[in-house]
C-alpha cells in the first residue's frame, strides 16, 4: 500500500484548530512569517535533498556572510582599580541613577525548562532551600532599599514557565516590583519542512529564543511606561546567572560610555561556546559561533560573551531591529525537529555597542551561569559566596 502523501504546510496549518491558532497568535506567531520561513526546508524536501545536503544548507543559511575579524585591545572597556578617582566617580553616578529610579532589572526566565528535567529553574533551590527566583527578588528589594527607589524587576517567561512564577511571585509578596512578561511562541518542523508531531499525537510549540525580548517587553507596555517616568537603564541578565547583579560601577560606565548598549564579556575558557564580540564591516557585534563565517578561527577571540546587557532604555523602546532568525536543529523523542529562533546578541548589530571585560572568578565575579544540575553543584559555593559579599544573601 502506498504512503499516503503529507500535505503542503499551509493545509497542516488549516488543520489546527482555530483556538490553538488563535493561542499562538497571542504569542506572536505569524502564519504567512512561518511558511516564509519554512520554505526553504520544503525546496530542500521536493529537490530530493538528503539529510545531510540540508543541514548543510541550513548552516549557510545561518551563517554571516562577507569578512570579519577578531576585536582589538582598544574594543574594549576596562574596570578601574577599586578605590580609585574614576571608579568612585563612576559609582557616584550609578548611585544617582538608582537613586533617581532611572534602572530597571530585565531578566530571562522563560524557554521550555528541558535542561533541568524539565522543572522550572526560577524555582530551583541554589542552596539552602533558596531558589534562583528568590535571589533576584533579594537583589531588587536590596537596592530599592539602598536607593531609596524601587528597582523594578521584570522577567521575561513563556508558556511553560509563567504560571508558576507568577504564583511564586503572589506567594513572596513580590507582585508590587516584580512583573512578569511573555515572550513568544513557534510551532516545530519536521527538516523537510512538515509540522512535527510527537508520540502522543500533538503539535508541539516552544519558546522563540531570548531575542524574544524586545518586542515582548515593548508589547508589555512595561518599558514605554518606565521611559515615560523617567527610566534611562535597563539591565538584561538570564536567570541563571547569578553573577550578573546590579552594580552602580557599571551602571555608571554604562553612562558614561555614551554608547545604547553595553556588552559584558569575560576571559575564554577551555569549553566556552557561544557568543564572541567579532568586527564585521567596520562594527563590532556578538555573534555565536554556528553564525560566524566559515573561515573565521573562533580561538582567535578570547573573550566571551555572558549575555548580560545595559541598554538605553528608549533606544530598547524604539529601535528598529531587522531579526535574522536563525535555524535551530533540537532532538525531540529521539526525532529532529527545526525551529526559528532569534538571539538577543543582535541587538549590537542593530546599534553601536560598548565592551566591557568583567571578572569571571572570586567574589567579584558577574559570570556564574548554571544550566544542568551538575554544573550548579560545582558553582553553588561560589554562587554563595558572591552573594553573600554583595548582600543579596545573608
Given amino acids: 500500500m502506498a504512503t499516503p502523501s503529507i500535505p503542503p504546510l499551509v493545509h497542516e496549518l488549516d488543520g489546527l484548530s482555530e483556538a490553538h491558532l488563535l493561542a499562538l497568535r497571542h504569542q506572536g506567531f505569524d502564519p504567512a512569517w512561518f511558511l516564509s520561513m519554512a520554505a526553504p526546508l520544503r525546496e530542500a524536501e521536493k529537490n530530493g535533498l538528503d539529510a545531510a545536503s540540508e543541514r548543510h544548507r541550513r548552516q549557510v543559511r545561518n551563517r554571516l556572510t562577507g569578512p570579519a575579524s577578531a576585536p582589538t585591545p582598544a574594543d574594549m572597556l576596562e574596570l578601574p582599580a577599586v578605590g580609585s578617582e574614576s571608579y568612585n566617580a563612576l559609582v557616584h553616578r550609578g548611585l544617582e541613577a538608582l537613586q533617581n529610579g532611572e534602572v530597571a532589572l530585565c531578566v530571562m526566565s522563560g524557554g521550555m525548562a528541558t535542561r533541568m528535567g524539565g522543572i522550572v529553574k526560577a524555582l530551583e533551590p541554589v542552596y539552602d532551600a533558596r531558589t534562583f527566583l528568590a535571589h533576584r527578588l533579594a537583589e531588587s528589594r536590596l537596592w530599592s532599599e539602598r536607593s531609596g527607589r524601587t528597582l523594578p524587576l521584570w522577567l521575561m517567561t513563556s508558556e511553560t514557565t509563567r504560571k508558576v512564577i507568577d504564583a511564586a511571585l503572589v506567594l513572596d509578596g513580590a507582585t508590587a516590583f516584580a512583573t512578569c512578561f511573555d515572550q513568544g511562541l513557534g510551532l ?23 531575542g524574544d525580548l524586545v518586542d515582548a517587553l515593548r508589547k508589555s507596555g512595561l518599558l514605554a511606561t518606565f521611559v ?12 541563571d546567572n547569578l553573577g550578573a547583579t546590579i552594580d552602580p560601577l557599571l551602571v555608571g560606565l554604562f553612562l558614561s560610555c555614551e554608547q545604547r548598549c553595553m556588552v559584558e564579556v569575560v ?28 573561515d573565521f578561527d573562533p580561538s582567535s577571540v578570547r573573550v566571551f560573551n555572558t549575555n548580560t546587557f545595559h541598554v538605553d532604555a528608549r533606544t530598547l523602546l524604539e529601535l528598529p531591529i531587522d531579526w535574522h532568525w536563525c535555524e535551530v536543529e533540537k532532538k525531540v523523542q529521539d526525532a529532529t525537529v527545526i525551529q526559528f529562533e532569534r538571539l538577543l546578541q543582535e541587538l549590537t548589530a542593530a546599534t553601536p555597542s560598548a565592551y566591557v571585560r568583567v571578572p569571571r572568578t572570586t567574589e567579584a565575579s558577574r559570570f556564574l551561569p548554571v544550566k544542568d544540575f551538575a554544573e550548579l553543584e560545582r558553582r553553588k559555593e561560589a554562587i554563595r559566596a558572591v552573594l553573600e559579599h554583595r548582600g543579596i544573601a545573608k
Fill in 188 to 210: 516545530r518542523l519536521t527538516p523537510s519542512g512538515h509540522l512535527f508531531i510527537d508520540a502522543a499525537g500533538k503539535h508541539q510549540t516552544y519558546a522563540t529564543g531570548h
Fill in 267 to 294: 576571559e575564554k575558557e577551555d569549553g566556552d561556546r557561544g557568543g564572541i564580540p567579532v568586527r564585521v564591516n567596520g562594527k563590532v557585534q556578538v555573534l555565536e559561533e554556528f553564525r560566524l563565517p566559515s
Fill in 228 to 239: 515615560g517616568n523617567g527610566g534611562k537603564v535597563v539591565m538584561l541578565a538570564n536567570l
